[in-house]
């Protein structure tokens, strides 16, 4: 059964950071654009960040320039380092695949707030 499991969220003031990790299991992380999810209070899930099997990346125009993608493939986990808060970044977040096949998991709970 797949499993991502998701960790590092927490609460931090406006300009901080935060770096979240998603490890999973190796039959699907070898094979997938790994990507970061996120959705806040009353609204739909959306794509944050994406990064295909040999390290190329995409990101949501709202988190260029702020947030990093990164992958471990020795390790089956994928990571967001997330720079320059902001409140509007407050959500949780998950890992998935790019398209959000695979059962969700709990997700990390990020909240940027002076």
């Known amino acids: 059964q797949v499993q991502l499991v998701e960790s590092g969220g927490g609460l931090v003031q406006p300009g901080g950071s935060l770096r979240l990790s998603c490890a999973t299991s190796?039959?699907?992380?070898?094979?997938?654009?790994m990507a970061w999810h996120r959705q806040a209070p009353g609204k739909q899930r959306e794509l944050v960040a994406s990064?295909?099997?040999?390290?190329?990346?995409d990101y949501n125009d709202s988190v260029k320039g702020r947030f990093t993608i990164s992958r471990d493939n020795a390790k089956n986990t994928v990571y967001l380092q997330m720079n320059s808060l902001k409140p509007e970044d407050t959500a949780v977040y998950y890992c998935n695949n790019r398209y959000g096949y695979y059962p969700w998991g709990q997700g990390t709970q990020v909240t940027v707030s002076s």
């Open positions: 990064i295909t099997v040999t390290g190329s990346t």
């Open positions: 190796g039959r699907i992380f070898s094979i997938n654009v």
